[in-house]
């Protein structure tokens, strides 16, 4: 079993909409969650971190946890065609005695004018 | 700052041949980590070196190895390549062990033929 699934998309919304990305992981003792935006051909970068239960806003961004369902997303607002890209899920977790981030494969999100 | 800077950015190379690719970390970044992205397993964990140790492995095989040296800078190896290893290969940097944020680099896009 994977242990970060996104759909892959693509995901296509118009101008102005929101765009609803979606995540589930399967280690139950993860504790941390980002998202990653990676424009093509660029490498990924961090837009949203978020720990605890519930929701956490930054500007356009809001990211959502439910830990008991093992589920995050990533609400975009008011989307722009500079947010088509890929959106990448991020669960980190504790292995030997360092770190690893394990991704799901993204999401493509295509904002059309 | 600088940020994350790697080299080569494009590589070719032949089957069998080996490889090394270069990662200097954002000044002050004593961790990095290695990620292998492809467009059907995504980006997948490599290893991780904090204090010139690696403190953590992904699932790839023994061809893949890497080091770092005492400034922080790391270098990973691919020996006896295969046409599978054609990959964007991304190093990612964060200031200690724990640190919830990488910084990734703009990788090394390699093509086996």
């Known amino acids: 079993q994977k242990e970060v699934e996104q759909n892959s998309g693509p995901l296509s919304v118009p101008e102005g909409a929101i765009a609803s990305l979606n995540c589930t992981y399967s280690?139950?003792?993860?504790?941390?969650f980002f998202w990653y935006r990676q424009y093509s051909g660029k490498s990924p970068e961090l837009i949203m971190s978020i720990y605890s239960n519930g929701d956490k806003e930054d500007g356009r961004f809001t990211a959502q946890l439910n830990k008991a369902s093992q589920y995050v997303s990533l609400l975009i607002r008011d989307s722009q065609p500079s947010d088509s890209a890929t959106y990448l899920c991020?669960?980190?977790?504790?292995?030997?005695?360092?770190?690893?981030?394990?991704f799901g494969k993204g999401t493509s999100l295509l904002v059309t004018p | 700052k600088a940020g994350v800077t790697q080299t080569p950015r494009y590589l070719i190379k032949t089957r069998g041949q080996q490889v090394t690719l270069s990662c200097s970390p954002i000044?002050?970044?004593?961790?990095v980590s290695w990620y292998q992205q492809t467009p059907g397993q995504g980006l997948q964990f490599l290893f991780e070196y904090f204090s010139e140790t690696q403190r953590n492995k992904g699932n790839f095989p023994g061809r893949f190895s890497g080091r770092q040296f005492s400034n922080s800078r790391s270098e990973m190896n691919v020996s006896t390549l295969e046409l599978g290893d054609s990959a964007l290969y991304l190093c990612?940097?964060?200031?200690?062990?724990?640190?919830?944020?990488?910084?990734f680099g703009p990788g090394t896009r390699l093509l086996v033929l």
């Open positions: 280690d139950r003792v993860s504790q941390s």
């Open positions: 991020a669960v980190k977790r504790l292995a030997n005695s360092g770190y690893a981030l394990n």
């Open positions: 990612a940097s964060s200031p200690g062990q724990g640190y919830e944020t990488q910084y």
């Open positions: 000044s002050g970044h004593r961790s």
